[in-house]
């Protein structure tokens, strides 16, 4: 048991922060625990209940069921904002700002191994929450995209719902880490480097979900009343439709909306459209977006923390407090 007990720096920071590991313990056993009863309870319970002829309704089971999958959902998506704030703040920033990190540095503990120690643990913390909580969901939704009334047509595209679906929301949460250190480094204030960790983080995740539809070829069908991307794919993502004119330039439907749809091509009335045109991702594009995106989050992520060991030895981090030197042997002069 001596051995699995933490030990120097380790020992200190989880002393320090022991009040945050247990509040996150708690609300990740929670959060998995809610997941877990409401989809035991809509199995017993059932989904829909009958009326009466032709009339029907969801039931509370289910209800709690759809509340809890959105939370657990909604929870790994914002999992790096929460990362990302507390690795800048509380876990670097902080000790910087009000000196306590001399107490640790004139124990041989040297700035890069300091700084390892609190890097590694939130990394290891934050990779094992996501990976709990976009587990829980997936397991949480293979029983829900079997009911109509339960999935509510949320697609895997969906913002709220595509990072927890996969290995992508692992990625962001090391990026979290990443610039949160990064931040705190640089900036040495604890509201400051929060905020700055936050905005990054936030400002990557944006982009991503705005350019993520464009990591991986689309599909493209063109043809008639029979081409439908919903026949080649159950749940297909679609980027771009619209019709194809007599000359062979596209117009998109959001193009038609913005001229007057009854006026536009895009009516079914008119005839200068000579066919339909789509570009999507159908259901097995899935797995090679989600892997396109976490590589691009990695190398980030490994370009933030490079950055970030570059200025141990100088920099921005505070010079390495002084030591009383040694006492000097032979007749004392």
């Not at 409401?38 to 199995?43: D, H, L």
């Not at 097995?284 to 490079?306: K, N, R």
Request: proline share 7%; aromatic share 10%; with cysteine.
């Amino acid at each position: 048991m001596s051995t699995l007990t933490p030990r120097g720096p380790v020992w200190v920071a989880v002393r320090q922060h022991r009040p945050a590991l247990w509040t996150a313990l708690l609300l990740m056993v929670l959060s998995v625990g809610c997941v877990v009863a409401a989809r035991v309870w809509v199995g017993s319970a059932g989904a829909m209940v009958s009326c009466g002829k032709g009339c029907s309704y969801g039931t509370t089971a289910s209800g709690w069921f759809r509340w809890a999958e959105n939370y657990i959902g909604g929870a790994a998506v914002l999992l790096p904002l929460v990362v990302v704030a507390f690795t800048a703040g509380p876990l670097i920033a902080r000790e910087l700002e009000s000196g306590t990190y001399r107490l640790a540095w004139t124990q041989s503990v040297s700035p890069a191994r300091w700084l390892t120690v609190r890097l590694a643990g939130a990394a290891a913390i934050a990779t094992a929450g996501a990976v709990l909580l976009a587990a829980t969901f997936r397991w949480s939704r293979s029983y829900s995209q079997d009911d109509e009334f339960l999935s509510m047509a949320r697609s895997w595209s969906d913002r709220e719902v595509y990072p927890a679906l996969g290995v992508t929301v692992v990625g962001y949460v090391l990026l979290a880490v990443a610039v949160g250190a990064l931040a705190a480094v640089l900036l040495r204030r604890t509201l400051l480097a929060m905020a700055a960790g936050l905005a990054a983080t936030g400002g990557v995740s944006l982009f991503f979900a705005w350019v993520r539809p464009y990591l991986w070829p689309v599909v493209k069908a063109e043809g008639g009343a029979e081409v439908d991307p919903f026949t080649a794919s159950p749940d297909p993502w679609i980027v771009r439709e619209g019709v194809v004119l007599a000359d062979g330039s596209r117009m998109t439907y959001e193009q038609c909306w913005d001229m007057g749809f009854s006026k536009s091509p895009c009516d079914p009335g008119s005839t200068t459209a000579v066919a339909r045109f789509y570009e999507y991702h159908p259901d097995s594009h899935f797995w090679p977006l989600q892997l396109v995106e976490t590589g691009i989050v990695l190398v980030l992520a490994a370009a933030a923390t490079d950055d970030d060991g570059g200025k141990h030895d100088g920099g921005p981090m505070p010079p390495e407090a002084p030591r009383d030197p040694a006492p000097s042997g032979g007749s004392g002069k």
